[in-house]
């Protein structure tokens, strides 16, 4: 049972546009939430966080947004660039850092 | 080190034989978590050390999986009798008393169960 969902396998977006990228949860105690971008043979790298007690974070051209009544959060890239081409994961935690669920991750493809 | 180091980065194993899989965290970190990636899927928890603590096996698929940290440092998986389903990507990251800046992750090693 998945707790952590990320819908869209995959997602291709022209260089210069915004990137959106979705994750849902079903457990409404997670309350620490987490962005990863992995590239092909290499571990995930932290990439943004969000605490429950905001509803957004932003970093560079990387915004998280999180809405806890619809238990759905979300990383906008803008602009995006062919760099960012890679898996994005969603990851979430309730109450403790000794684990995360991660989503099955996100493949962006950003064409130049 | 500089960053998570993880031996072999590559392992082919027969059905029925048993892998060890290493991991070697940051110089200093206290925690280190074991995670796997099958095919298609995110990442699945698998074990938890801190410190001297008991370790936390909740994630842990079945009794041929175990995982010990020696000397608060290096961490062995140990996949016994191996299966077909064992096949994944076995990631491990640590991290230290600040968690301002998430797991840092191993580039993995990718187990085929053949």
């Known amino acids: 049972d998945q707790q952590v969902k990320q819908n869209s396998p995959s997602l291709s977006v022209q260089e210069g546009r915004i990137s959106i990228l979705n994750c849902d949860y079903t457990?409404?105690?997670?309350?620490?939430f987490l962005w990863y971008k992995k590239y092909p043979a290499e571990g995930p790298t932290f990439l943004i966080s969000i605490s429950s007690i905001k509803d957004k974070n932003e970093d560079g051209r990387f915004t998280v947004f999180l809405n806890k009544s619809a238990k759905h959060l979300s990383l906008h890239i803008v602009p995006s660039q062919p760099g960012d081409s890679a898996v994005y994961f969603c990851?979430?935690?309730?109450?403790?850092?000794?684990?995360?669920?991660f989503g099955s991750g996100t493949k962006l493809n950003v064409k130049p | 080190g500089a960053g998570v180091s993880q031996s072999p980065s590559n392992k082919v194993t027969e059905k029925g034989k048993d892998v060890e899989l290493r991991c070697d965290p940051i110089s200093g970190h206290t925690a280190l978590y074991w995670y796997r990636q099958s095919l298609g899927q995110g990442l699945e928890f698998l074990i938890y050390f801190q410190g001297n603590s008991a370790p936390d096996k909740s994630g842990l698929p079945s009794d041929r999986f175990s995982a010990e940290r020696t000397g608060g440092s290096v961490s062995t998986l140990t996949i016994q009798r191996t299966q077909q389903e064992d096949s994944a990507v076995y990631l491990c990251?640590?991290?230290?008393?600040?968690?301002?800046?998430?797991?840092?992750f191993g580039s993995g090693t990718r187990l085929t169960v053949v």
């Open positions: 990251a640590s991290t230290g008393l600040s968690w301002n800046y998430g797991y840092t």
């Open positions: 990851a979430a935690s309730a109450g403790n850092f000794n684990k995360f669920y």
């Open positions: 457990n409404s105690m997670f309350d620490y």
